[in-house]
């Protein structure tokens, strides 16, 4: 079934990876034609969490230091210090794709837009030379791109047919531009480790561990739950490959030494650095203490599935023990249960659904893919019309599935892409306005936008900070305290009420209010992803907020108007809001009509 050796037929790679960056650009070709001669070049969101870097980006393509803010203004300066955040310690892809957008003068925009092809065709081929290198068969391995970057992110198109509370995790591996830059390079990672093992001489695998060094390197820099896995990926590779092959193990060492080495100095840099986050770093990654296991995540399951059908091969002699391919998938399939009970060791688990969704889930369907190889290997000995359907069915339905996945994830997102795409002339003019012509930004003067989404959009594509956004938390210059004043101001120009919520049916809020609310109590209280230790929200949390909230319209003042003083107010032209408690301390200008958005100038009244 087209063995090759040690030769790659990279053409099979070439089609699956032009199949899955076409499904990958669909959200934005259907976005960009739907908008038709209405597209004012925004990239089609498909992950929430996309605009925090896209406004970290923004802020390090127009030369700002690599610890800012992009959504308070505040820079690293010699007289205010700023510590490290966990955005400013996984900067390698950030610089890169920064330098790169420079050197070509490419927008934020544009740069994202080129990283989903970019990403998409470079982690397939990545997926496809590791499994050519493992299954030594490279139709299988095409076919095994298609299953493993497509199917595995199937979770919109279950959550729809079980009509269940959906998500956007659209293909998670290109959420941009983390986990997606790294994305490809710890499979490059993972086929040169397997390389170094499996080298003929001494000086190819002194070669591969260097190379495998170097990566894991990048990897240190560019996403802490990739080098985790990596690391731990590779303790479980070494580990059973040294046990089940003592002739090797002499050689073997000496590779893995020098790997070893690398590991080691970076890890140790990046403990460095992460003794110079800001103090509310843990906190508001929701770092929590716990001991608890957890064994019972689908992505787990199948791992465990995954290794009792291996051993079951092994014990009644249906493959060697000592097989690469076989030590491979144990690898594979072993490391994202590690991961995801760490904590019963170490009493710390931070966001562990990032396991799950972001690089356990595509690790564990590769396993679970080889696994299906080797049986199927054994069942279809004489049976190539069978085995051909077989093989013809799998790419069918990851290609569907990836096809469906597109589909529900355009329609999902239009309402939101369109608020920011109509909103960009307006904020390509504020970035005109940011932009003086000696060179300097103007991070200073602060934008009010009441709608949540252009608000949050304003720092993608402007230098000018905001009075609130999603993401202002996440920086250490940002205290919680002043997060929450700063959301409660902008809540109360929005003239946003909470007083017809009864304490008791917090769940009947919509989904705007409720966001609000909860994030009154404490950012991500909703989310019961975000914590191990997550407990529903209580009538007692919920009536906390609301006398928060009300306390503080009840004592805002012209003091408290200045924290921050705002100089820039953007609205709809056909839709305003009720601004009547805006204007009560600031005055506006005319207003300049940008597109569908008019952009005032204010000043605080006297």
């Known amino acids: ?44 969101q498909t992950h929430g969490d996309e605009s925090v870097y896209a406004a970290y980006l923004n802020a390090i393509i127009d030369g700002r230091p690599r610890r800012t803010n992009p959504y308070s203004g505040r820079d690293d300066t010699a007289s205010q210090p700023a510590a490290e955040s966990y955005l400013s310690v996984q900067f390698f892809p950030l610089l890169l794709i920064a330098n790169v957008a420079r050197t070509l003068h490419l927008s934020t925009a544009q740069s994202f837009i080129a990283l989903t092809a970019i990403i998409a065709f470079g982690a397939a081929l990545a997926v496809f030379w590791l499994l050519a290198l493992v299954l030594q068969d490279d139709r299988l391995a095409a076919i095994g791109v298609l299953v493993v970057l497509l199917a595995t992110s199937s979770n919109l198109v279950i959550e729809y047919l079980l009509r269940l509370e959906d998500s956007n995790n659209y293909l998670p591996f290109l959420r941009r531009y983390l986990p997606a830059v790294p994305f490809p390079i710890l499979f490059v990672y993972c086929g040169m480790v397997w390389r170094m093992l499996r080298a003929p001489d001494k000086r190819k695998q002194i070669s591969a561990a260097l190379l495998a060094g170097l990566l894991f390197v990048s990897l240190t820099f560019s996403y802490a739950y990739h080098w985790t896995f990596a690391l731990v990926w590779t303790i479980c590779f070494a580990g059973v490959w040294l046990g089940l092959k003592p002739q090797e193990r002499r050689r073997s060492i000496a590779s893995l030494t020098v790997l070893g080495a690398f590991m080691f100095a970076a890890v140790a840099v990046y403990l460095f650095l992460a003794t110079k986050l800001g103090a509310t770093t843990a906190e508001i990654h929701f770092l929590a203490h716990s001991h608890a296991p957890d064994p019972f995540r689908l992505t787990e399951i199948i791992a465990f599935i995954v290794l009792a059908v291996l051993v079951l091969l092994i014990v009644r002699k249906r493959v060697a023990p000592n097989e690469p391919l076989v030590i491979f998938a144990i690898a594979s399939a072993l490391t994202p249960p590690l991961l995801f009970n760490q904590q019963i060791l170490t009493g710390r688990s931070l966001q562990p659904f990032h396991y799950d969704v972001f690089v356990g889930s595509y690790f564990t369907m590769m396993a679970a893919f080889l696994c299906v190889i080797l049986c199927w290997r054994r069942l279809v000995i004489g049976k190539q019309r069978l085995a051909q359907l077989l093989l013809a069915g799998a790419t069918a339905a990851a290609i569907l599935s990836g096809c469906a996945q597109a589909t529900l994830l355009s329609r999902r997102q239009k309402k939101g892409n369109i608020f920011s795409d109509e909103a960009r002339p307006a904020l390509l003019r504020l970035a005109a306005l940011g932009h003086s012509d000696s060179g300097s930004l103007d991070t200073t003067s602060v934008v009010y936008a009441p709608n949540f989404i252009v608000s949050n959009a304003v720092p993608s594509t402007a230098p000018q900070p905001v009075l609130w956004g999603e993401y202002l938390f996440v920086f250490p210059d940002v205290t919680l305290a002043e997060d929450k004043e700063r959301l409660a101001e902008f809540l109360y120009y929005k003239g946003v009420s909470f007083s017809d919520i009864d304490r008791n049916h917090f769940a009947s809020l919509d989904n705007e209010r409720g966001y609000y609310l909860s994030s009154l109590m404490r950012r991500g209280r909703f989310n019961p992803r975000l914590s191990v230790d997550w407990t529903p929200i209580t009538p007692d949390e919920v009536q906390a907020a609301l006398d928060y909230y009300a306390n503080f319209i009840a004592t805002f003042d012209r003091s408290r108007a200045t924290q921050p003083q705002i100089s820039y107010l953007l609205i709809a032209a056909d839709d305003p809001p009720n601004l009547s408690n805006f204007d009560r301390w600031y005055e506006r200008d005319a207003g300049e009509r940008v597109g569908k958005y008019v952009l005032f100038r204010v000043r605080l009244k006297n």
């Open 1 to 44: 079934m087209g063995t090759t050796g040690t030769r790659t037929r990279w053409r099979y790679g070439v089609l699956a990876a032009a199949a899955v960056t076409v499904i990958a650009l669909a959200p934005q070709i259907f976005f960009c034609l739907g908008r038709g001669g209405q597209w004012n070049g925004s990239y089609a």
